[in-house]
């Protein structure tokens, strides 16, 4: 079975550009998350949505990050506009029903770097 | 609020050598903790988890102990291999109503030498 599939796999781009980072989480999932990992700051949940819903946006820097799951089996984390401090490694995750007694399942992650 | 403390890496063992990285957490009621396994290049993967006081998960040669009284879940493994080599997250999760969030310690960085 497919996993978590994330793409790009990597992306460079300069400073002030619109970055988007596209998800297709496991077919039957109904939990997905964006998480940014970084050396400073370690993993970092961003946002998570239930059916489709944002639950808990409240790891989003700052305005010039959204996401959007317009259906169950694609989302869509955008910079806009990017900075180099945006520089990190950021993953999707999926997982049926909570994590609290599941499993999260994470896609390979897509390396930005903001130049 | 929640919080997952891990010890600092890198660690660095032989093969066949005794693992354990301690980790200690912080949170109100009964988290669920975990571990999970990131290796070079690819996303986290769950390891072991254990839902309860002195719950034990296991997989893969690894064990760890859900200990409430120290507030611990430490990740320990007999004999490790160099294909162990990879970074060790612990996380934890509260059963807070329909909210679905896990806490992730800093990780730490294991490598295996032959």
């Known amino acids: 079975d497919a996993g978590v599939i994330q793409s790009p796999r990597h992306e460079v781009t300069e400073m002030g550009q619109e970055v988007t980072l596209r998800c297709k989480p496991i077919?039957?999932?109904?939990?997905l998350f964006w998480y940014r990992q970084t050396m400073m700051r370690g993993l970092e949940l961003l946002i998570y949505?239930?059916?489709?819903?944002?639950?808990?946006d409240s790891g989003m820097p700052e305005d010039r990050f959204s996401a959007k799951m317009p259906n169950a089996s694609f989302s869509t984390l955008k910079i806009q506009p990017s900075e180099p401090r945006d520089s990190a490694v950021y993953f999707c995750?999926?997982?049926?029903?909570?994590?609290?007694?599941?499993?999260?399942?994470f896609g390979e992650g897509s390396r930005l770097t903001v130049l | 609020g929640n919080s997952v403390t891990q010890m600092e890496g890198p660690v660095t063992l032989s093969e066949e050598a005794f693992l354990t990285i301690n980790c200690t957490y912080t949170?109100?009621?009964?988290?669920?903790l975990f571990w999970y396994v990131q290796y070079p290049g690819e996303g986290l993967q769950l390891l072991l988890k254990?839902?309860?006081?002195?719950d034990k998960g296991s997989n893969k040669g690894f064990e760890a102990t859900y200990r409430k009284e120290t507030t611990s879940f430490h990740l320990e493994k007999g004999s490790v291999q160099v294909s162990d080599s990879a970074v060790y997250f612990c996380?934890?999760?509260?059963?807070?109503?329909?909210?679905?969030?896990?806490?992730f310690g800093t990780g730490t960085r294991l490598q295996v030498t032959l």
């Open positions: 949505f239930n059916n489709n819903v944002p639950i808990d």
């Open positions: 077919s039957g999932h109904d939990y």
């Open positions: 949170a109100t009621g009964y988290p669920s």
């Open positions: 996380a934890l999760s509260r059963n807070t109503g329909t909210a679905s969030k896990l806490t």
């Open positions: 254990a839902t309860k006081a002195d």
């Open positions: 995750a999926s997982s049926f029903g909570r994590v609290y007694t599941g499993e999260l399942f």
